[in-house]
């Protein structure tokens, strides 16, 4: 199975540690919050990494580059706490075995794009599948910056609008599927008893060219700016069923032959960026792809684009 690489976008602030209140870049002394976030990651690189106990995590820093508004830290991060096996695949041979202190770590990149100046900024995290380590790079900073009475924090709201607003205008968009999910066991609603039936979904396939699938296109696109959901189940015709039978609604789009999945009970979801290709994009091609998004997100959050904004690595 081949992985899947993209990123995730989230909005950067910084506040006060037990505070909301926003704080300006330029605050942190010395010289403002881009410098302070960059020495402190190149004391974690310094180091020989760190478990939470609590998580049964741990994480190292690796690398880190700086350029621009640029900040490019790339982190191995994985889980430890129980004994297993390592298997070649190829001979079907057991190469060694995991103990219970084992973490086996993978590598992902994280890219912070901060401003000289205002208070917002992006974090755009390197995704594998759905994983990324957004937040053990946080955690770790966060835990430095106590001392400096300062914490970062994320906001995700307005940066998966703006994706899900973009892809929605796109002119290769088109309705698949509809995904309806109840998780609740309730013999009334999913009609197999609470015994036998953890989890139900029902997932209903259109037809091309119908006035339902216009219907669908057209409620998706209501979405935007509201957080007032579409009656899924009364749009595809199920009889004796309400939305409020369902846990989970799901509508399944396609664009570029690529499948995306809005879930429409839970607001705007997170928008995974898609990076085209099978293999591992490079640290100047992943930046580049962060970058070309990050040019149309930042004056979305009202900052102005500075003439020389844009990072390259190995400057």
Not at 45 to 62: C, H, L
């Amino acid at each position: 199975m081949m992985t899947s690489y993209g990123f995730r976008v989230f909005e950067l602030n910084a506040t006060p540690v037990r505070k909301m209140h926003r704080i300006a870049f330029t605050d942190p002394e010395p010289d403002g919050l881009h410098s302070t976030i960059r020495e402190t990651l190149e004391d974690r690189v310094s180091g020989d990494g760190e478990a939470n106990k609590d998580k049964g995590s741990f994480t190292r820093f690796d690398r880190v580059d700086s350029n621009a508004w640029g900040i490019l830290v790339t982190v191995s991060g994985g889980y430890y706490g129980e004994p297993g096996e390592v298997v070649d695949v190829a001979n079907r041979r057991r190469s060694r075995r995991i103990s219970s202190t084992d973490a086996v770590l993978r590598e992902s990149r994280v890219l912070m794009l901060v401003p000289p100046y205002g208070d917002a900024g992006l974090i755009i995290a390197e995704t594998r599948g759905r994983s990324h380590l957004t937040a053990n790079v946080l955690t770790a900073l966060n835990n430095d910056f106590k001392d400096r009475g300062l914490k970062l924090r994320t906001v995700t709201d307005l940066a998966d609008e703006h994706a899900w607003s973009r892809f929605l205008d796109s002119e290769e968009i088109g309705i698949r599927s509809v995904e309806l999910v109840q998780n609740t066991r309730s013999s009334d609603r999913t009609n197999f008893t609470g015994e036998n039936v953890r989890r139900s979904t029902l997932r209903i396939d259109l037809e091309d060219g119908t006035d339902l699938k216009s219907r669908l296109s057209a409620a998706v696109n209501a979405l935007r700016g509201t957080r007032e959901p579409p009656n899924l189940a009364g749009m595809i015709g199920l009889a004796h069923y309400r939305d409020e039978d369902f846990d989970e609604e799901r509508i399944i789009a396609v664009v570029d032959g690529r499948d995306r999945t809005i879930r429409i009970s839970s607001g705007w979801p997170s928008f995974t960026y898609a990076i085209d290709g099978d293999d591992r994009p490079t640290d100047q091609e992943f930046v580049d792809e962060a970058c070309n998004v990050a040019s149309t997100t930042f004056p979305a959050l009202n900052v102005e684009l500075a003439v020389n904004w844009r990072p390259t690595l190995g400057e």
